[in-house]
């Protein structure tokens, strides 16, 4: 009865759903302009820009003896190539949005391991789980904070919980940190031991060696040859490498959560009849939000996740096209009388943000 995973199921569209109506007028948009959903010229340049942005300043680093300071610099520009990289080239080859040939969907997906991440791990906790279930606890991970952060009303209260709209910049710092230093390993062990993901034991053995050589060449290059080869205190490299780190995980954590754990969004529990309320295009429109659709930065930058709304509906088009559709998916819900929730600028989506978990931050009261 539609998606299905862990007992939870969506409802069939039916033909007169929004779900048929609001495809078929995407699917006409790219016939009648006779494009493809995939990657053009644009992307290919963003790409480029992206891996500049990243390796360059390493190169700097490496071989022209910078300062102190100049040295933290390039740390901090590498951390914002390395959350461009994520959010415009990697996530949309994952998706297989990049281009139809699936071997240049696998390789330019593969560029996760140059940024310390991991495409078996990112395949089930984004594109399976965050994904199909947007926002349910217990089944999008992407509201899991270890209980460090409180985003959804049915994860326990602590008191230290009054504090986070105080502390979580510095706790979203540590994503990337966390992903290239225990994340990744506890995923694949949870996932696999679980059987997410649908893996033979073969398989599974194939990944754990990509995990662990992935992950010793990530920090030959990144961490080690750095401390070898520029003229600087080893600790001060150290702090670099965490600076640059801290850089990627503040925008990572923020572009993700201004879609989804905002003021006006909608929190869900696991339904106790394993049966979804709304089908499961309506179930994104009501759990997303767009932000900052206008500011040309951000729309170039983040890669297309502030059409986040877009992004859920049609994960494997490119992001590029998302402008365009934006206009056909905003018609739609109207006339169907559903949701579309977006921020018009970049701080309305900061402040709903803020606004969610200082609410979260209040001790539940019950009865």
Known sequence: MGVSTSGVRFPRPTENSFRTALT??????????????????????????????????????IFANPSV????????????????????VMHDAIHGAYHKNRIVNK?????????????????????????????????DEDMDSSGIIRMHPSQPWKKFHRFQRFYHPFIYGLLTINWVMLKDFKQLHRYYKNGVGGHTKESIKKEWLVL??????????????????VPQPWYLIILGFILMHFTAGVVLSYVFQLAHMVEGVENMDIPESGMAEDEWMEHQLRTTADFAKKNKLVNWYVGGLNFQVEHHL?????????????????????EFNLPYKEYKKLSDAMGAHLRHLTTMAQKPSFG
């Open 24 to 61: 078929q007028r995407v699917k006409d948009y790219f016939e009648s302009n006779k494009i493809s959903s995939k990657a053009n010229y644009k992307m290919v340049l963003k790409t480029i820009a992206m891996l500049a942005l990243y390796l360059v300043p390493f190169f700097f680093l």
């Open 69 to 88: 300071w100049l040295m933290m610099l390039l740390f901090v520009i590498m951390g914002l190539g390395m959350s461009g990289i994520g959010m415009s």
């Open 107 to 139: 390789w330019l997906g593969g560029t996760i391991y140059i940024i310390s991440g991991n495409a078996a791990n990112w395949r089930v906790q984004h594109n399976i789980l965050h994904h199909t279930f947007t926002n349910i606890e217990g089944l």
């Open 212 to 229: 662990v050589v992935t992950k010793a060449i990530y920090f030959s290059i990144f961490f080690v040859l750095p401390l070898l080869l």
């Open 314 to 334: 049609f994960p494997t088009i490119c992001h590029v096209h998302y402008p365009e559709l934006a206009k056909i998916v905003k018609e739609t819900a109207a």
